[in-house]
């Protein structure tokens, strides 16, 4: 059984940082592309940061974080983190963590396609104050 559960949010000043991990069950790298959600009130969610399997490769980065946001996986620990620099107020959202057995179907959902992915976590609160 897979299970996703995300944890690391909080309440954060403008310029700080924040590490969102995700633990992991059922999700290996040689199998599972694994991605970084986000969802601010009255918004759609958006896909932050994706990483394909390993057979894949493919990583993604939502432009409005390029160069503030790290995606990485422990793969001995079954954790991903979402290590997030220079936080600004338009990052607060509830932060989900995703996972898919299908690498292509899972950068498709992160950019915006249509793509319904297999497994969510219940998501992390991120709040970020000027």
């Known amino acids: 059984e897979v299970q996703l559960v995300e944890s690391g949010g909080g309440l954060v000043q403008a310029g700080g940082s924040l590490r969102l991990s995700c633990t992991t069950s059922g999700v290996t790298s040689e199998d599972f592309a694994i991605a970084w959600f986000r969802q601010a009130p009255g918004k759609r969610r958006e896909g932050v940061s994706c990483?394909?399997?390993?057979?894949?490769?493919?990583?993604y980065y939502e432009d409005s974080v390029k160069g503030r946001f790290t995606i990485s996986r422990d793969i001995p620990e079954n954790t991903i983190f979402l290590e997030m620099n220079n936080l600004k107020p338009e990052d607060t959202a509830v932060y989900y963590c995703?996972?898919?057995?299908?690498?292509?179907?899972?950068?498709?959902?992160?950019?915006?396609?249509?793509?319904?992915?297999?497994?969510w976590g219940k998501g992390t609160q991120v709040t970020v104050v000027r």
């Open positions: 990483v394909g399997s390993n057979r894949d490769g493919r990583i």
């Open positions: 995703a996972a898919d057995r299908s690498s292509g179907g899972l950068m498709n959902a992160c950019q915006g396609g249509s793509y319904g992915l297999d497994y």
